[in-house]
């Protein structure tokens, strides 16, 4: 007896389809909002806004006020100096490398520099192409 997969496959997609379309004929009948295409209303059940709307420029500019004002009391109540056109920088921690750090990578970058053109001449390459190791 041979069987015969495809036409096995055949009746199981079939069964599927069934399936699926009971299913969607149920899912409809409970949100019947869903028939008109759009499946994502554009506002909640209790009439509240869901999406995202865009900002007008005039409604931009008043946020960045509101916000600038913010930030101006923040560090004032924290103590911060103020900021904005004229006030330099806060003080703070400096970050980077020392002077005494920049030149030992210095001096430890040139010593590898010469020992790779010494071992480059040694090859007899004269010098070109150092490598990076």
Do not use: C
């Not at 036409?7 to 389809?17: D, N």
């Amino acid at each position: 007896m041979t069987i015969d997969m495809k036409s096995l496959a055949r009746e199981g997609a079939k069964t599927r389809l069934r399936q699926l379309e009971t299913e969607t004929n149920e899912l409809l009948r409970a949100f019947p909002d869903l028939r008109a295409g759009d499946p994502t209303p554009a506002t909640s059940q209790d009439g509240t806004g869901r999406g995202r709307r865009e900002m007008t420029a005039a409604d931009r500019r008043s946020v960045s006020t509101r916000m600038k004002k913010y930030w101006a009391q923040r560090r004032r109540k924290n103590g911060s100096p103020e900021r904005g056109p004229g006030h330099p920088k806060s003080p703070g921690k400096r970050k980077g490398i020392s002077a005494a750090g920049r030149a030992a990578i210095a001096a430890a970058q040139k010593k590898r520099w010469a020992k790779l053109r010494r071992e480059g001449k040694a090859k007899g390459k004269g010098g070109q192409d150092v490598g990076n190791g």
